[in-house]
Structure formats: structure tokens, C-alpha cells
């Protein structure tokens, strides 16, 4: 199959999955078409399977904010009658869903190419929930030829919220050869714990909904035990100096490590010894997910998706949000416990393995696939 994908090219989940659905497709014979202002953050590398198309903006005086919107749509579909496309698939609805209906109905006479749509969270219980959005959003939803979500969560939110329930439920996936446990003794260990201290990983992209300055709470209490740990923060946004700032107050400034953007997060993940997730929204949890398949247990709020991906005294510890108190208890429990931590990061591989492994979900994507181009083949018989 010739395949598009849009994804936000940001350091965020759906653009992580968009990209890495990409990769997986193109390891099993597909043809794969990115479409996107710039190069995704997972595409490092490109290839006679993996392309880029570069949606450009046009510079004109009248547009206070250029309409990226039409120049996406305008480059789907061109790029749908050049490469000759059998469907676009976008991750995350606004405005991508929109742009590829679009694009869509504007080579229809030429050539029908379906569009599916990836739900992701944020695109639906913020973004598409807001009053202006609403109707908006659901008309995305209505107007694609097929609908994914990550998680049942999701799923049950886009009912409640757009009275829409054709969604098929795909989760998020990881590749166990790529996220695994690394030896005691990396370089990367040494660097970042040169004095054997215990490390605490946050991974994402500082937004407050995030509530990355609980990790630096976190990190407060633990230490307050006698516990030798730093904290090691990996992206940035919105909220970096927030978390700096209140890093600095707690006097643990020193303890904490802010990594920046990282392009290989595993490499971080896989010497981690617990995995802070304090969010107050996820629609499905990816990150938790890829610390689990590192053997890595996840301490993280009781929301969304993420009592799907973390078994509570299973896995990993779940909290109410903002309960900075028990997910510090929990925190120094597992880093004192090598026995408890040990087991639960082993039992955390096995469940990602057995329930997320890209070897069961590709193939999700790819009847997917199928399916939704028989309805569409099957619409276009009857409609001549």
C-alpha cells in the first residue's frame, strides 16, 4: 500500500506513534508518505520506504496567522495524485482530519482516497470539547472513512462528547527489541548518577496538563527520607521554568537533571528506576508504556487510559492526581525495595509484550486498513 501520514511533528505522543506506525509499515513492504511542516521527532531516518513532504506556508501581508490548515490540505492532495496514495491517515483531529476531508473531496472526480483518523486525547477532551471546536470536530469525525482511538477510555470520552461511536479501538505499541532494560553500568548511568544514586525519570512535553512540577515534589519528599535519588527531566515546554523555579525553592536543584529533547528516549528509560507520570489527563499513557517494556515501574496518576497501560500493585503505583504525598510514599518504597521494583519492572515488560507489542498491533492498523478500503470501494461501485 501507498500510505500518507500526518502527525504534529512536536514532542508529543500522537506525533511519537505517527512516526513509529510509519517505521513499522515500512519494514513490512509499504510505502509510506509523511506529510507534515517538518520532519516528525521519531523520523530519523528516510529511506525508499519513508518519504517527507514538506507543507509549505505561503508569506502574504493579508494573513496575520498563515492558514496551515489549506497549505496541508492543498499538499495532501498533491501528494495523494503524485505518489498515488490508497489512503491518508491522520493522528489527531483538529485540523488534520479536516484538511484531509478536504483534500479528499477536492481530487474525488480524479481519485477517492480514504481518510482515517487516529484519536489521540487532548484533540478530543480539550481541543474538540471546546464549545467553538465542537461541531467542527464531530463533522471530522462523520466525514472519515474510518475512525481509530488509542484506548476504551478514549473511545467512551468521544461517545459522551460528539455522540459518535464508529471508532475502533487500536492502542499504542512499543518495539520490544527497541525498548529493554540496559546493564547497571552504562555510560550514560555513570554520567547522570556518578555517586550510584537512585534515578527518577519524567518524560513529555512540560505542558501543565502534564503537571511535571509534581516530579520535582516528588523528588523533594523522597530525598526527605534519606534516600539517594535525582531526577531526571526529559523534554521541555511551557512549564520548564516553573519546574526550574520550584526545583531551586525545594533547595533539590542540584538533584535534578533536565535532559532536554531527546530523540532516543529509550536510552533514558532503560536505566531509569521508577518512571514519574503525575498527569492530570492521558489518553492512553505511551510513555508509562515505554518504561514498562524497559523493565521500569510507573508511578502515575489514576486517569484516562493509564489504569489500562499500569496495573495498579501490579506494575506500578496509582494516585490521585496531584497526591504528591503517596506517590512519593510509593516512589521510596519501590526505590528501598529491590526485590518489589525487580518484580514489578518484570511483570511491566511481560504485560507490554503480551498486550502492546508492534508485532500484535501493526497488523490492528493494517486489517484496519483493509477493512476501510473495501467500504470505500464498495460505496464508489454504488454511487456510479
Known sequence: MNIGITVYPSYGGSGIVGSELGRELALRGHNVHFISSSLPTRLTELNERVHFHEVEMMSYPLFEHQPYDLALATKMATVARSEKLDLLHVHYAIPHSISAILARESIKQKRYVPVITTLHGTDITLVGADRSYLPITRYGLQQSDGVTAVSKYLKRATIETFDFDEIEVIPNFICPNYYRREEEESPLRRELAPNGEKLLVHVSN????????????????????????????????????????RARQLNVLEQTIFAGKQAKIADYLAIADVFLLPSEEESFGLAALEAQACEVPVVASRVGGIPEVVGDGETGFLSDIGDTKKMSKDTSNLLRNDELRHAFGERGRELAIARYSSKLVIPQYLNFYEKVLAQSEKKQAQSV
Open 206 to 245: 512540560f505542558r501543565p496538563v502534564k503537571r511535571p512540577i509534581d516530579c520535582v515534589e516528588i523528588l523533594s519528599k523522597v530525598l526527605g527520607t534519606g534516600a539517594k535519588a535525582k531526577l531526571v527531566m526529559v523534554g521541555d515546554g511551557p512549564e520548564y521554568s516553573a519546574i526550574h523555579h
